[in-house]
């Protein structure tokens, strides 16, 4: 049972923006520890895409951004683009688990 | 380049056992903290163990605690999985991910393919 919370499914237009929430507790995001984000192209290992909250490795589009505040954090996709379309994943610490922790899991639809 | 490439998947019966391995290839292995992360078809993620660099320090979900043991050759540059009293449940992708920052801040830098583990009678 994952701890974070993400919606199901968002969906934009191309060019749009998009965000996707990630909410979690006082054990894990709340208590301070980072958020990473990854990007999962069907058929294919995810692929980090934001990691200490805010920060993009090389490569990485800066179309994608990170935030956090509270017991949440975000993640943006500008300019949204047909190859976009994959399914997202936040991650944290959780203390109470003593471990790692994903979140559900968001599809990315590009209209 | 930087790569993990993941083996000994299958099919195995409940009950059973398997070993999983990861080769590490174009970094230090013995620098960093490695994982395993596992998908079940069509779920999300599933963070499974981690193993420091040193192999003194290791730790695992509830779901797998005293079934699964993480281990490492970093002579061999390579990273194991042993599953033993495998369920149903346990039926997934088995990923290896590369740790980047502290043990508390850590993100998945780099991830293998993947190697499918399936779990019936």
């Known amino acids: 049972q994952s701890v974070l919370t993400q919606p199901p499914s968002v969906s934009g237009a191309p060019g749009q923006r998009v965000t996707i929430s990630c909410t979690g507790s006082s054990s894990n995001i709340g208590a301070g520890y980072d958020v990473h984000w990854y990007q999962q192209l069907p058929g294919t290992a995810p692929k980090l895409l934001i990691y200490?909250?805010?920060n993009r490795p090389s490569g990485v589009p800066d179309r994608f951004s990170g935030s956090k505040s509270g017991t949440s954090a975000s993640l943006a996709i500008s300019g949204l683009q047909a190859e976009d379309e994959a399914d997202y994943y936040c991650q944290s610490y959780d203390s109470s688990l003593s471990g790692y922790v994903f979140g559900t899991g968001t599809k990315v639809t590009v209209l | 380049q930087v790569q993990l490439v993941e083996s000994g998947g299958g099919l195995v019966k409940p009950g059973g056992s398997l070993r999983l391995s990861c080769a590490a290839s174009g970094f230090t292995f013995s620098d960093y903290y490695m994982s395993w992360i596992r998908q079940a078809p069509g779920k999300g993620l599933e963070w499974v163990s981690y193993i420091s660099s040193s192999s003194s320090y290791t730790n695992y979900a509830d779901s797998v605690k005293g079934r699964f043991t993480i281990s490492r050759d970093n002579a061999k540059n390579s990273l194991y999985l042993q599953m033993n009293s495998l369920r149903a449940e346990d039926t997934a992708v088995y990923y290896c991910?590369?740790?980047?920052?502290?043990?508390?801040?850590?993100?998945?830098?780099?991830w293998g393919q993947g190697t499918m583990v399936t779990v019936s009678s």
């Open positions: 991910a590369r740790e980047r920052g502290g043990m508390t801040t850590s993100a998945f830098d780099i």
């Open positions: 200490g909250n805010s």
